[in-house]
């Protein structure tokens, strides 16, 4: 039990004595204690009286209040969104990982391109950045691992990307000053999903992560508008080659907390869709507002910009003080109507401050075979077969010799049970060097159900080789040696089946009933 000079007080200290008792005036019995305790150590008495130092002539009061803390100190102390994120990836993280979590400031947006495909562009910025020397190099590893689940928790497309990153002391020095943001952008089938992000420092064991909502709208008729996208700097872009937050051959930087110092200009895209009946009458409003007031205003016919679903406006700040605004962009039909809105908050400062350095890795223009087979693989996994069908084909027809593209589309065939035809697909890529050993099961799978069994267990035992024992292989491996009538080695695989996974009741009848037999 804690002690409180309010609650307790000094005499609480001491055994009561008949002296005390004597007393009786409750003053004077402190006094008495406080006495007893001085003679004791002057320390003790000062402490009876006040929990904090030096404070034996202020309000025990305060004293209580210094106790209250203590029961909420620790999670004072802890940043909670360590634990968290902690719990959440301890599936992915080692625990060496686990004393290194860094905060970060994030950005999600999504945008269609000019093919009708909507793109997720993300960014993330870590507190820290640490780095390795070696001789005049500084060098650290960053990993991103980006998971898109359904709402439901399904798995609808992952990757990894590795970013190697290397300073020489020059720019090391520079690089002390400034933060680093990771960009990177993505295509996704509409519907609700959970982003979420893993950051690894692979050198340091450092680690921070988020979390979004986010949503791909489905095709729609009616005019609709995208959110706004806050930038300090927009630049021409002519390289064919996709990257985050590029749009057409403009590339935009944006403002990653939506912060700009008052000699910066703000810069705002958005895009419009299905605005065919307001392009000629229809404008668009620019409102900027200090709290409730508004100290900013412009409109701009749709007509009077080049491109009719991508809209780019730039705002000088030389005129605002430093605070806290919200632009909102309206879109206005022909009778001045507001039919459409998105508004974002910003901030201006008068100190200056130093922007990011930029790490974006570059992809394959918009239109590519890669993209299709995203696309149809996300589809895949969502269930949409016949949807997904037409996407993976579409990818290996454009480029048959991408080992990834045939396996994806031989996976979907093999929904539709075109066994031949993934037999005519795969077995050539078996005259060159394997790196994908899918191509072992697919193929292996295929040749099973074409009655080919010996084909099928030499693929089988070639995936296990490699990628070690599989379970579900070893079934296979079983079904095909029952087929032969090779009983013995069927019963061989089935028992190694059950050493991996105990609780197959299925393959534990097969195993009794051969016995029997």
């Known amino acids: 039990m804690l002690y409180s000079p309010l609650r307790d007080g000094p005499k609480s200290l001491l055994p009561e004595t008949s002296h005390e008792a004597s007393l009786g005036d409750p003053w004077y019995k402190t006094k008495w204690a406080l006495t007893l305790l001085s003679m004791v150590s002057y320390e003790l008495s000062e402490a009876a009286q006040s929990l904090i130092p030096g404070g034996s002539g202020r309000h025990p009061l305060e004293s209580d209040k210094l106790l209250s803390q203590i029961e909420i100190y620790p999670q004072k102390k802890v940043d909670d969104s360590y634990a968290y994120e902690f719990l959440k990836h301890k599936g992915l993280v080692e ?56 709402l439901r928790g399904k798995t609808v497309f992952q990757f990894n990307k590795f970013y190697p990153i290397e300073l020489t002391k020059k720019e090391i020095k520079s690089a002390k000053l400034r933060p680093m943001n990771i960009e990177d952008s993505f295509p996704l089938i509409p519907g609700n ?166 790490y974006s890795k570059k992809s394959p223009p918009s239109g590519d075979a890669v993209y299709s087979y995203i696309l149809g693989t996300q589809l895949f996994n969502r269930g949409k077969i016949e949807k997904a069908y037409y996407k993976l084909k579409e990818a290996y027809e454009r480029n048959p010799e991408s080992l990834d593209f045939a396996l994806g589309y031989s996976q979907v065939l093999f929904m539709k049970k075109e066994y031949k035809r993934i037999k005519e697909i795969l077995t050539p890529f078996l005259e060159r060097e394997i790196k994908n050993y899918r191509i072992y099961t697919i193929l292996g799978r295929a040749l099973q159900e074409l009655g080919e069994y010996e084909k099928a267990i030499s693929h089988y035992q070639k995936f296990i080789s490699h990628e070690g024992a599989n379970y579900q292989i070893l079934n296979s491996i ?40």
């Open 193 to 358: 999903y959970k982003f979420n992000l893993l950051f690894e420092n692979l050198v340091s064991k450092e680690f921070t992560s988020f979390e979004r909502e986010i949503t791909v709208p489905e095709p729609f008729d009616t005019p609709q508008m995208s959110p706004l996208l806050l930038a300090y700097k927009i630049i021409e872009d002519q390289e064919p080659l996709r990257r985050a937050f590029k749009v057409e051959n403009i590339r935009i930087y944006p403002s990653i907390d939506s912060r700009f110092h008052r000699k910066e200009s703000l810069c705002v895209y958005f895009q419009l869709y299905n605005i065919e009946k307001l392009i000629e009458q229809g404008k668009i409003k620019y409102t900027i507002y200090r709290g409730k007031e508004k100290v900013y205003a412009r409109a701009k016919g749709i007509k009077d910009y080049h491109n009719q679903q991508n809209f780019i406006e730039e705002f000088s700040l030389l005129g605002f003080k430093s605070g806290k605004y919200t632009l909102k962009v309206s879109i206005l039909d022909e009778d001045k109507k507001e039919i459409l809105s998105e508004r974002e908050d910003f901030i201006i400062t008068e100190k200056p401050f130093p922007r990011a350095w930029i």
């Open 478 to 517: 079983g079904e095909c040696y029952y087929a032969l009538g090779n009983i013995e080695e069927a019963l061989r695989a089935w028992k190694k089946s059950l050493e991996i996974n105990p609780s197959q009741e299925e393959i534990q009848k097969k195993i009794k009933e051969l016995k029997k037999d």
């Open 95 to 150: 625990v060496s990982y686990s004393v290194h979590y860094i905060g970060n400031k994030n950005l999600i947006k999504t945008y269609c391109d000019e093919n009708g495909v909507f793109f997720i562009h993300y960014v993330i910025q870590p507190d820290t950045l640490s780095v390795d020397a070696y001789k005049d190099k500084y060098y650290s590893n960053i990993k991103i691992s980006v998971r898109v689940t359904d």
